[in-house]
């Protein structure tokens, strides 16, 4: 099967996604946001989450569907994100994909939410992805991965060791009072600041802590670094406080990602994830890449939040490997090692 028609579903966390792609061309991607249901909760609630799934799930394949002028029989596989994420959040999306794939007799492809992001790359480039640095940055996670092959050999060489990048973008942005989701409002507001106007520590880059922590990161100093500057400074400018803690983020991840590729001997590097909408970290990191002679690849905004697109793009992907399908009636799983990319 050269051109395989899959069709993916995500719901790691509060987006209902849905997308369809045939091989590397994408054909629809439909996501569904419960986002405004957690604004006012600060941040995303598991079980209001899990409850938009359910009531989004048919509407959003229906659409898709329509989008993509295809229809439900003519599905080659089923592919869904079976971790990690929000436990009651995921078991939404495996459930109507463990239904679809018994009603139609199609197999089912369980994948790993860490590695489809990665691989919605494909959908964008014509190029294969080769042995890669990977620096996935979202809500949830922040890791450095090593992808030798995209559908089943990855390495974990570093993650957060409490806030992830985008969690960090939220909090921030509570204290400064801009709202929920954190991520896009900094931006905006950094656009009008200085991100030299303050100095804020870069979590795990001293000596020592590169001994123990290379490839690592954290966040939660920075954020009670900031929360302080804000309790001694009445006076402060907002502006300045989202540009130079923007700043300090971009700084961290990428010192760290072309460190892991020059460690390495890989020359290209996927951001993904997301923050990888953020447009400081991809102007930075065109302009650091370009210097340290690294290919860079990052995938269109609307492909670095989570989507079904990348979740069908993996799907594809294993199909065209060889991959078995997953077992009928996989079951989620809220934490899970990015070297698992497809569940047997």
């Given at each position: ?11 790691s966390c ?58 439900l ?9 079976a971790g ?21 007799d199609?197999?089912?492809y ?17 190029q ?33 060791v ?5 969690e ?58 900031v ?9 402060y400018?907002?502006?300045d ?9 971009v ?19 996927v ?33 670095c ?7 069908a ?32």
């Open positions: 099967m050269s051109q395989p028609l899959v069709l993916g579903i995500e719901t509060d987006e209902t996604a849905v997308g369809i792609v045939q091989g590397r061309k994408l054909l629809a991607n439909v996501i569904a946001s419960s986002v405004e249901e957690h604004a006012r909760f600060g941040g995303v609630v598991p079980e209001v989450a899990s409850r938009a799934h359910l009531e989004a799930m048919q509407p959003a394949i229906a659409r898709a569907l329509k989008e993509s002028g295809v229809e029989k003519d599905v080659d596989a089923i592919a869904v994100t990690p994420g929000l436990v009651g959040a995921l078991l939404v999306g495996v459930s109507a994909a463990n239904a679809l794939a018994l009603a139609l199609k197999p089912l369980g994948v790993n939410h860490l590695a489809s992001h990665v691989a919605v790359d494909l959908l964008t480039h014509e294969e992805i080769r042995p890669t640095i990977a620096l996935l940055v979202s809500g949830g996670h922040s890791s450095i991965l090593r992808v030798n092959d995209i559908t089943s050999d990855i390495t974990s060489l570093g993650q957060t409490d806030d992830a990048a985008g960090a973008f939220d909090k921030i942005a509570r204290l400064l009072n801009l709202g929920f989701p954190g991520g896009p409002l900094i931006d905006k507001d950094a656009k009008i600041g200085n991100q030299l106007a303050i100095n804020f520590p870069r979590g795990l880059t001293q000596a020592k802590d590169m001994l123990e922590h290379e490839f690592d990161f954290s966040f939660s100093g920075l954020k009670t670094a929360s302080r500057y804000l309790q001694a400074t009445p006076d400018v907002r502006a406080v989202s540009a130079s803690f923007q700043e300090a983020v700084d961290v991840l990428l010192q760290k990602s072309i460190k892991a590729c020059k460690e390495t001997g890989i020359d290209s590097l951001i993904a994830g997301g923050v990888a909408a953020n447009s400081r970290l991809r102007a930075v990191a065109q302009e650091r890449c370009a210097v340290a002679k690294i290919e860079l690849r990052t995938p269109p905004p609307a492909l939040t989570d989507n079904g697109a990348m979740v793009a993996l799907g594809s992907l294993a199909i065209s490997a060889g991959h078995p399908a997953s077992a009928l009636g996989i079951e989620a799983a809220s934490a899970i090692s990015p070297s698992i990319p497809i569940w047997s």
